[in-house]
């Protein structure tokens, strides 16, 4: 349903709620047509689109695949979340990739590291996992919920409130990361090549850069190389990730399958990547 942060803003609020819960309601009773056209007088009375509806018209098959899912809708749905998130992420979904990450580091890349930074660090967990292995962790997150339940814990050394690649763009210190952790962030992007760019920008060579994806079977692909899935989070193809860690000068460590997480009992398969910068 749609709820007051994700109504707050200079738009009819009434009218927006209105055509959101109709649009879920057609959703929810396949009518693919129907929701569409509600979805899209959402992004007509909200262009920030708080609620996420451009990636859900293209989960639906039912528009243009965007960019990205939107910096306005991530930070509305983690703040919305951030209270309860590592219960249902960890206890209810399995979630364990930041472990995955810790554990194929010591295997491949044990460092030490001086430099790690954390992009969409969310409560923490990723931080936590990694903690012996960086001098100076710095997080970043859009979610200002999530940012503070990671501040209360103290893993990391510096916090910061925004997006990974606008970040990646605009932070204004010099010395370069020498470890960076993207856990659980490329299912909100498509198009990779700016947070590969953007990463290769801030990192020393030698640097290690450490993420996850999802993934679907190359017949749901297509001809497409990134793709936002039924649950509204981006999947992308494993040649894809490659080829674009290539053209940004980072070699592949490792790629392998794992499960990312349970979703509604099934595996969410997906990639754990590791790359060195040139």
């Known amino acids: 349903m749609m709820t007051e942060r994700m109504m707050a803003g200079g738009f009819d609020e009434e009218a927006l709620a209105e055509a959101y819960n109709r649009a879920l309601r057609l959703e929810k009773a396949g009518e693919a047509a129907g929701a569409a056209g509600a979805y899209r007088e959402c992004l007509a009375l909200d262009p920030d689109d708080h609620g996420g509806a451009a990636i859900r018209l293209a989960a639906l098959g039912q528009g243009e695949t965007p960019a990205s899912a939107g910096d306005a809708y991530v930070a509305t749905l983690f703040d919305q979340h951030a209270d309860a998130f590592e219960d249902i992420l960890v206890r209810q979904l399995q979630y364990g990739v930041p472990a995955l990450i810790a554990e194929r580091l010591a295997e491949i890349a044990p460092g030490p590291y001086r430099r790690m930074l954390d992009l969409g660090c ?7 996992a990694l903690a012996d292995r960086a001098e100076t962790i710095i997080g970043v997150d859009l979610s200002e919920g999530m940012i503070e339940i990671c501040f209360d814990k103290g893993v990391h050394d510096q916090l910061f409130i925004g997006e990974a690649v ?53 017949e749901a692909f297509g001809a497409r190389d ?26 592949t460590l490792s790629c392998e399958d794992i499960t990312v997480r349970w979703q509604e009992g099934q595996k969410a398969p997906g990639h754990l990547v590791l790359a060195r910068r040139r």
């Open 122 to 128: 969310g409560t923490g967990l990723a931080g936590e």
């Open 166 to 218: 606008g970040f990646l763009e605009d932070f204004d210190e010099e010395e370069p990361f020498d470890l960076v952790v993207a856990a659980d962030v490329l299912p909100y992007l498509g198009d990779l090549d700016p947070l590969f760019a953007g990463a290769a920008q801030r990192m020393a060579g030698g640097g290690i850069l450490a993420f996850s994806t999802e993934t679907l079977s190359d």
């Open 226 to 251: 990134f793709m936002v899935g039924p649950h509204q989070r981006f999947h992308h193809r494993a040649r894809y990730v490659q080829d674009r860690l290539e053209a940004h000068g980072f070699d």
